[in-house]
């Protein structure tokens, strides 16, 4: 080693050098190759920037849209660099990751943009390092598209010149003339063309009455689906009549499909006691232990009564 | 005559302020006679909660501290011999009690946590030739601090699923911790001595064996168990593995002591319901998205709760 640092003529010097370029090169090799060992697995199909506008005035918001296809499915794509911005600044980012069902992955950055001085303002292009499996694995740097804005100077506020004004409101009625005048030419020539093609009539079968929508169940009939199922009750004084009473007092509670009564007990307000004890009572009767269904029940029915009074 | 749960969950609750779930969670796995695995930041009374459980009860209790050079011997015992007699004498570890707190039992490497799962399990010790009977009741309370990752130890899922419940100690609200000062701001925390005996845990087990499930309760419990299995595409992408039909005899099991503590002898949806994110949350595997995209493993399972009806 000691002998590639310290040479002693010319055509040694050279030699040394060359080992000592040799170990270079071969030591940033490795690094090289250290590093795209490191990079993530993916295909890029897609990679684009588009921008909401093309011309903007100074200060207003508008979007700058990064979009991503990776073939792989729920690629990793952390790695994306973000492109720089000229004569812009970022007030906002948002990013949403989509995986496709056998389609890989949609990667869409929105990123809130604004012009900060009239000119041009650029926005480089965004890229990706990966290894690419459909190529080998070998390392690619995807880049999208540049993007070029020009930022117009704010409006000054103000008052238009009445010359100005004259001449903006004559250009809009001869715009308007023209447009009229195309309008009704397109409408003769239309008429024309249908006077001449042959009339035909299909016949359509006859129409079906649309069924009406049940309307939406009042607390009434709330109310009536409990006196129906504690009728049943009262006359088959069983667990399963015991749940159908159940269910029509959750119905009229309001309670959703996987809401338990602790939770409903909680919305329903302390002094509609009436409810709550016909609620417990029902539970109950629809859980409890068979030596005590029948006492169980006579309770229910109890409460119900209670809250159909009520 | 039996003292009920309502009073132990009174005495602990001299202790403890709020934490009303945890404190339940505790009383309900012993009377089920399983084992707890508390979860939460320092500081928030979970060495604290289990200590008073066992003055309430006045059983034996011991506190391990899970340390990376502890031994399997340092826990479950070791023989020793006697020079004057000429023999081997065992001598028991601190497994060896009603109550055990494994504090910050993910300190230790596996081999150590396995020598206190097998016991769980078991709930017997082999110390040399002999094999050692635990207590009855025989209860661990470990904890984990979910915050510091550095130097631990995960427990694997198949070693979680010997814990009954995964119990969660959040922060406590702000009224609950000017409770807190005003209650114990000036030293010592006085813990209950007693309230229940050994006899009253064990008459409530017996009682928890005769507890009412409805059939199609035992629906609700196996329709919840089967949604973290089958996770729609949304929540797919968190769960790597649902729970397990063990997960449902255990919820089933919890119920009916929930029922107990509850002064029932029948189960109510409440009960499973109360409980399934317990009881769930250390036997689902979820994928790496839930740790890097930090999702709320509380919220994710009650949408897989919410999916399925109610009876």
Not at chain 1, 120 to 147: C, E, H, L, W
Not at chain 2, 57 to 68: D, E, K, S, V
Request: charged share 25%.
């Amino acid at each position: 080693m000691l002998g590639i640092f310290l040479p002693t003529g010319t055509r040694e010097f050279t030699a040394a050098f060359k080992r000592l370029a040799a170990t270079a090169l071969f030591a940033v090799t490795c690094v090289a190759n250290a590093r795209a060992q490191s990079l993530p697995e993916l295909t890029i199909t897609a990679l684009s920037i588009t921008s909401q506008r093309t011309s903007v005035p100074e200060g207003e918001a508008f979007h700058v849209t990064i979009h991503v296809h990776a073939t792989q499915h729920d690629a990793d794509l952390s790695s994306l660099i973000l492109p720089d911005m000229r004569n812009l600044t970022i007030l906002g980012d948002e990013k949403h990751t989509t995986p496709i069902p056998k389609d890989g992955t949609d990667y869409l950055e929105v990123l809130t943009v604004a012009g900060v001085a009239p000119g041009t303002a650029t926005i480089s292009p965004a890229y990706i390092d990966a290894r690419d499996p459909s190529r080998g694995g070998k390392p690619f740097r995807f880049s999208s598209n540049s993007v070029r804005i020009t930022i117009l100077p704010q409006s000054s506020g103000s008052e238009p010149s009445w010359e100005d004004a004259t001449k903006r409101a004559l250009r809009i009625g001869a715009g308007a003339l023209i447009g009229a005048v195309a309008i009704v030419v397109l409408g003769l020539v239309l008429r024309a063309v249908g006077r001449a093609r042959r009339r035909t009539y299909v016949t359509l079968p006859p129409a079906r009455p649309v069924a009406a929508r049940p309307p939406p169940r009042a607390p009434d009939q709330e109310l009536d689906g409990i006196r129906q199922a504690a009728a049943h009750l009262s006359v088959e004084r069983s667990r399963a009549r015991a749940a159908d009473v159940r269910s029509a007092l959750f119905a009229y509670a309001g309670a959703r499909s996987d809401e338990t009564l602790a939770s409903l007990l909680e919305r329903i307000p302390p002094e509609r006691t009436a409810l709550r004890a016909a609620l417990r009572a029902a539970e109950r009767a629809t859980f409890v232990d068979e030596p005590h269904l029948q006492g169980a029940l006579e309770d229910l029915l109890d409460a119900v009564r209670h809250v159909i009074a009520a | 005559m039996t003292v009920r749960p309502g009073a132990l969950r009174a005495a602990v609750e001299q202790t403890i302020v709020g934490q009303r779930a945890v404190v339940d969670g505790m009383l309900v796995a012993l009377i089920a006679n399983g084992h707890v695995l508390l979860e939460g930041p320092p500081g928030v009374a979970k060495t604290l909660a289990a200590r008073s459980l066992a003055n309430a009860i006045g059983g034996t209790f011991r506190r391990i501290q899970f340390t990376p050079d502890l031994l399997p011997s340092d826990i479950v015992g070791t023989r020793i011999f006697d020079q004057r007699s000429g023999e081997f004498t065992t001598v028991r570890g601190p497994v060896f009690a009603n109550i055990v707190l494994a504090d910050e039992i993910n300190r230790s490497p596996a081999k150590v946590q396995s020598a206190l799962l097998e016991g769980m399990q078991e709930r017997q010790a082999t110390i040399g030739p002999q094999s050692f009977p635990f207590p009855n009741p025989f209860i661990v309370l470990a904890t984990m601090n979910p915050l510091d990752d550095d130097g631990t130890y995960a427990l694997p899922l198949a070693q979680r699923d010997r814990f009954a419940l995964n119990l969660y100690v959040d922060y406590p609200s702000r009224e609950e911790e000017l409770a807190i000062l005003e209650r114990f701001g000036g030293g010592d925390v006085p813990l209950q001595q007693d309230a229940v005996t050994l006899d009253d845990v064990r008459a409530w087990r017996d009682e928890a064996e005769g507890v009412h499930l409805e059939p199609r309760l035992r629906g609700y419990i196996v329709d919840m168990i089967r949604a973290t299995r089958e996770p729609d595409g949304a929540r797919g992408r968190y769960v790597e593995r649902g729970a397990s039909p063990r997960a449902a005899l255990m919820l089933a099991h919890l119920a009916k002591a929930r029922a107990v503590l509850e002064g029932r002898n029948y189960v109510l949806p409440d009960d499973i319901r109360s409980l399934a994110v317990a009881t769930l949350r250390h036997r689902v595997g979820f994928t790496y998205r839930v740790a890097s995209e930090r999702v709320n493993v509380q919220e994710l399972l009650e949408s897989f709760i919410a999916q399925v009806p109610a009876p």
